[in-house]
Nanobody, 119 residues
Framework: QVQLVESGGGLVQPGGSLRLSCAASGSIFNIYALGWYRQAPGKQRELVAAITRGGSTNYADSVKGRFTVSKDNAKNTVYLQMNSLKPEDTAVYYC?????????????WGQGTQVTVSS
C-alpha cells in the first residue's frame, strides 16, 4: 500500500507565500510522476503542477510564474512553492502520485490540505 501525507496548507494574505509538502511511503518500486491538483468549492478538480521522474514540469496557466513544483527523490517527497498568492488560489490542494509497486502500478492521492488566501 501507498500513503501520501500532505502538509503546509493554511491561511495567508493575498501576495503571500506557502509551501506544500507531500511525502509518499509504502512498498514503492518507482515513482513516475508527482503533482498537485486543487478543487475550489463548486468547481472541478484541476491540475496545478506536475513533475515527472525525469524532472520535466507542467503548470496550469493560472499559476505559471508564481508556483514552483519540485521533488526530493531520496525522500519520495514533492513540494509546491506558492508565491504571490491570490484569493482565486483558495482551494483544497491534493497531492498526486503515479507509483509502481512491485506488482502493480496506479494513481494515488493525498487527503487534501486547505489553502485559503484572504485578507
Amino acid at each position: 500500500q501507498v500513503q501520501l501525507v500532505e502538509s503546509g496548507g493554511g491561511l495567508v494574505q493575498p501576495g503571500g507565500s506557502l509551501r506544500l509538502s507531500c511525502a509518499a511511503s509504502g512498498s514503492i518500486f518507482n515513482i513516475y510522476a508527482l503533482g498537485w491538483y486543487r478543487q475550489a468549492p463548486g468547481k472541478q478538480r484541476e491540475l496545478v503542477a506536475a513533475i515527472t521522474r525525469g524532472g520535466s514540469t507542467n503548470y496550469a496557466d493560472s499559476v505559471k510564474g508564481r508556483f514552483t513544483v519540485s521533488k526530493d527523490n531520496a525522500k519520495n517527497t514533492v513540494y509546491l512553492q506558492m508565491n504571490s498568492l491570490k484569493p482565486e488560489d483558495t482551494a483544497v490542494y491534493y497531492c498526486y502520485a503515479d507509483i509502481a509497486l512491485y506488482t502493480t502500478r496506479g494513481d494515488y492521492w493525498g487527503q487534501g490540505t486547505q489553502v485559503t488566501v484572504s485578507s
